[in-house]
């Protein structure tokens, strides 16, 4: 592997070139490429890309990839996973402006289904519809901001940026155990929310059955003390 390190930067010093294939970053993680992403914070990111979809509040892990690739190729894979286990196209697919291309737009054209994002063309001349398209749009963008508080709660609380495992196979198996918490964390809560809404309901219904047990006996008082007209 040092052979290897060295035979790049080799490479990069005297091709007088910053770009290499599978170029290596970290001796220990030997299979870690760094990710071109643009960001203000960090141009540069180092370790898996992985892309994921949120359902009913549920985050689901459909690829993990050590090497950048383009997300928009996995938009067409998931949806028709989606019809697999669910037995019909989702009706409205809230994603990222890097998803909407003309590939993904006639894929969810053919299908019905309804892709969040900007139209083509001009915008309509009809204002009250205008205003309807920018609200929709709106609404699925606060939508889609889901899947971003899933990454920042997996970092955050998940160790999803403390992957430690030295083979790609640990560190995969890593990142799904992530999200497989994750998933189980919400289920318990539910399970939780329902049973103390529950218990909530048997409270009120033994602190208010004495209630209505003596008004109804004091309409039963009242009915009969009532005079009877001759």
């Known amino acids: 592997m040092i052979s290897e390190l060295h035979r790049q930067q080799t490479i990069l010093l005297y091709a007088k070139t910053r ?5 290596i970053v970290n001796l220990v993680q ?28 549920f985050a689901f892990l459909h690829r993990i990839s050590w090497d950048p690739y383009n997300e928009c190729e996995d938009l067409i894979p998931q949806a028709k996973k989606y019809k697999q286990e669910h037995g019909c ?24 289904i ?26 699925d963008q606060r ?4 899947v971003e508080g899933v990454f920042g709660s997996g970092k955050r609380k998940y160790s999803l940026q403390l992957i430690m495992a030295r083979l790609p196979k640990g560190a995969e198996t890593s990142i799904s155990m992530a999200f497989l918490v994750m998933c189980a964390e919400k289920i318990l809560r539910l399970i939780c929310l ?26 039963q008082l009242e009915t009969e003390e009532l005079p009877v007209a001759a």
């Open 19 to 23: 770009s290499i294939p599978d170029r």
């Open 30 to 57: 030997r299979y870690v490429r760094p990710i071109v992403r643009g960001k203000a914070r960090a141009a540069v990111e180092f370790g898996a890309k992985i892309s994921v979809s949120v359902c009913n509040g």
């Open 89 to 112: 196209y989702p009706e409205r697919i809230c994603a990222d402006r890097i998803y909407i291309n003309t590939k993904n737009r006639n894929f969810c054209t053919r299908n019905n």
């Open 114 to 139: 309804c892709l969040s994002g900007k139209r083509l063309g001009r915008p309509p001349k009809n204002l009250e519809d205008n205003a309807a398209y920018k609200q929709q749009l709106s609404a």
């Open 143 to 146: 939508k889609r901001n889901e």
């Open 194 to 219: 329902f049973f103390v809404a529950f218990y909530a309901w048997i409270y009120c219904y033994l602190r208010l059955c004495p209630l209505l047990v003596a008004l109804r006996n004091i309409c």
